[in-house]
Structure formats: structure tokens, C-alpha cells
């Protein structure tokens, strides 16, 4: 069954994940209204503003495919859909965004100090609910992911505009950016249902290489995708002096002075050039067949997993991942 989750985005899950992320929606809603009354509408903004909600699915299916789904699990996701929604807000304010999901960005509309509150305040809630399992197997991964992904954006901001960088430093950089977080979901999932062994590290290792295909995909978008669709203008990488796989894979063999004078000086015109190089270089392909080859080795991760009908919704996810819009 399709089920409309934000406002663009069919996802191919069951009804019964779909009764759960229900559930997981009301506590988000219960987050809001914690929330000191000043901030709340500032905190619903960015909650309420269409996210995918694809981390806190991988909790529900991880727990339902072997064990099932309990208090752990829904809890589970909320804090891992609360550390993403922090970590989305302390990113547009690094990246100094206007807009995300088709909304203005906390930062823009009340200041980097107003934003950074709140995003810590996201931070907060999130360990507070997890930890009233007293359970490391639930917290572990979380912490864990929570480092990895400052650690992931500390190394963007390190090798921003260094075209010398190769394949191996955007992978090293992305896993800690973005897969960490997906496999710390899938693993909290199993931990919540009692998994543990196989069955756990193969769910996390689903988890692994799917943020790794989400985050390449996610770089395609930024130079292929269309920005109302999107709901975040395209180019930014390049303004921000990201260096993405689909640029990586464009200077491989050619010395592109579009991309460096974008770099160097990211005005509208220089993006444009620097995107169209991108475009005729092929990499935008490459890059894809790359996000493709990460999604068949998630898929093999969880060959052997019992339960054929999660395995189904996970290989539905894996294919959605690299064929989405936004
Ligand atoms: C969005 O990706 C950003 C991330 C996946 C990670 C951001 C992490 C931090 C800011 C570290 C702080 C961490 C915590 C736990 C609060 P993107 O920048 O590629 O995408 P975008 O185009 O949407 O900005
Ligand atoms: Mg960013």
C-alpha cells in the first residue's frame, strides 16, 4: 500500500508500518508541545515541514522483522528522527541556508543564536527519551551516530574546496555524515526487538550502505534536481565549496576551470557554468550507477533475512532511495 508521507513522497510501505509511524508522529506532535511556548512554532516549522521519516521506518522495520515492534521501537524513532531534525537545523545554519522542505530555515527567519537553541534543544529530548529504557544496546548506536555525524560535518568543512580530494575521502566522509545515522537506526530497531548477532550487524549494514546510495543521490540532486521540487535552491554545494562524487568524478581526468572559478568566486553565473561542466562530463550518471551499486549491496545484506514480507518493504525502500525527487 502507497501511503503519502510530506508532501511529494510515495512510499511503498504496509499498513501496519504505517499504523506504527503513526504512532511515532504523535510523540513528534508531544515534542512540539514540550517545547517552551516561545519556541514552538518555530520548532513545529521545520518538524511539520514534510520530511520523509525514512529513519524512523528503518526502526519500525528493523524491530518487525524479527521480534516485532514495542515501546523501544517507537521511542527508537523518535530519537533518531529528533537527532536528524537537529542535525538539519545546525546544518542550514553552518551552510547559512535560507530554506529547506520548501520552508525558510529557522536560521534565516530567527537568527543563527535562536536556531542553535533549538536544534540543541531536539538534541536533548532525543537522549531523554531513549534513555528511559536504561538500555546501552538503544543508546549506544545513537551516541555513536551522534558523533560520527559532527565528526562527517567537521570533515566537510575541512576538505571544503580541495578538488585534490578522491573517491575514498568522500565515502570516509559521507558514512560519518549521513550512513552513520541510517545504520544506527536500523541497529536501535533489532536492539529494541531483542536481535542481536547476524541479524543485527546485517540489518546495519542494510542501514549502512542505503545512507551511502541517500547521500550520493542526495549530492545528484543538488546539481540535477530542480529546486522547487527540492525545496532548497540547487548549486549549493558548490557555493559552499562541497566537493561531491559528481565532481570528484568530473576532475578525475580534466582540469575544469568552471569548477574552480565557482569555487573560487560561487556567483550565479559561475555556478550555472560550473554545473552545466558537471552535466556534460557524464559523472551525473556515473554518480547515479554508483548510488546503485551501494543499493544492491544493501539488498544482499539482507538476503537472508526471514521475514519476507519486511524484506520486501526494505528492498522497495532501497529502490525508492535512488529514484526520488527530493
Ligand atoms: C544534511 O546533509 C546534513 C547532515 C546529514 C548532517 C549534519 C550534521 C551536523 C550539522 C552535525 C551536528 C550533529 C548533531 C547530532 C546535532 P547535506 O548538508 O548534504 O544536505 P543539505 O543540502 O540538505 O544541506
Ligand atoms: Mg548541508
Do not use: W
Request: some cysteine; overall charge negative.
Amino acid at each position: 500500500m502507497m501511503v503519502k508521507i510530506g508532501k511529494l513522497v510515495n512510499y511503498p510501505i504496509s499498513r501496519p508500518v504505517r499504523v506504527e509511524l503513526t504512532k511515532v508522529e504523535r510523540r513528534l506532535d508531544e515534542v512540539i508541545e514540550d517545547v517552551p511556548a516561545h519556541l514552538r512554532d518555530k520548532i513545529k516549522q521545520i518538524m511539520k515541514a514534510g520530511g520523509k521519516r525514512l529513519r524512523p521506518i528503518l526502526v519500525i522495520l528493523s524491530s518487525a522483522s524479527s521480534g516485532g515492534v514495542n515501546a523501544k521501537t517507537i521511542d527508537g524513532a523518535v530519537a533518531v528522527e529528533l537527532i536528524h531534525l537537529a542535525s538539519l537545523i545546525h546544518d542550514d545554519i553552518l551552510d547559512n541556508a535560507s530554506s529547506r522542505r520548501s520552508v525558510r530555515t529557522l536560521n534565516y527567519t530567527y537568527g543563527h543564536n535562536y536556531a542553535t537553541a533549538c536544534g540543541d534543544y531536539l538534541f536533548g529530548y532525543a537522549f531523554d527519551v531513549l534513555s528511559r529504557h536504561d538500555d546501552s544496546d538503544l543508546l549506544k548506536p545513537l551516541t555513536e551516530a551522534s558523533m560520527a555525524l559532527s565528526i562527517g560535518e567537521i570533515m566537510e568543512r575541512d576538505m571544503a574546496g580541495d578538488l585534490h580530494q578522491n573517491r575514498k575521502d568522500y565515502y570516509e566522509r559521507i558514512d560519518k555524515k549521513t550512513a552513520a545515522l541510517f545504520s544506527a537506526a536500523c541497529k536501535i530497531g533489532a536492539a529494541a526487538s531483542g536481535q542481536n548477532g547476524d541479524g543485527k550487524a546485517n540489518l546495519s549494514s542494510y542501514g549502512h550502505c542505503l545512507g551511502m546510495a541517500f547521500q550520493i543521490y542526495d549530492d545528484v540532486l543538488d546539481i540535477n534536481g530542480e529546486e522547487n521540487i527540492l525545496g532548497k535552491p540547487v548549486g549549493n554545494d558548490i557555493k559552499e565549496g562541497i566537493v561531491t562524487l559528481p565532481v570528484i568524478l568530473a576532475v578525475k581526468d580534466q582540469v575544469s576551470n568552471e569548477i574552480k572559478e565557482a569555487i573560487v568566486d560561487p556567483n550565479d553565473n559561475n555556478i550555472i557554468r560550473a554545473i552545466d561542466f558537471i552535466k556534460e562530463s557524464g559523472s551525473i550518471i556515473d554518480s547515479k550507477e554508483i548510488a546503485k551499486e551501494f543499493i544492491n549491496k544493501a539488498k544482499k545484506s539482507i538476503m537472508n533475512l526471514s521475514n519476507k514480507k519486511i524484506q520486501g518493504e526494505l528492498l522497495s525502500i532501497g529502490d525508492f532511495v535512488i529514484d526520488r525527487y527530493h
